[in-house]
């Protein structure tokens, strides 16, 4: 049978994570389900997601703050 797998926390107040990749052949990056062949991935990009841990910190004092922050990050040997 197969096990069940429990998600464990890596870093607090992450609250979404997005990978997307770049093709030799495209100009933008696109999800993993628009990527036609793998060996053609030159490049990734993550986005994360984080909330402040304080609940109420944005200016009006209703919301947790949120701030995105992205890498892009170049696979080796695939560009030239």
Known sequence: GATA???QEMVRNVT???ISYLQTSGTT???AASVSDWSTVTAAQVTLTAESAFARASVDNS???SRQFTSTITLRN???
Do not use: C, D, H, I
């Open 5 to 7: 797998s429990t998600p």
């Open 16 to 18: 979404n994570m997005q």
């Open 29 to 31: 990056f696109g999800n």
């Open 63 to 65: 919301a947790p703050l």
């Open 78 to 80: 695939r560009v030239q």
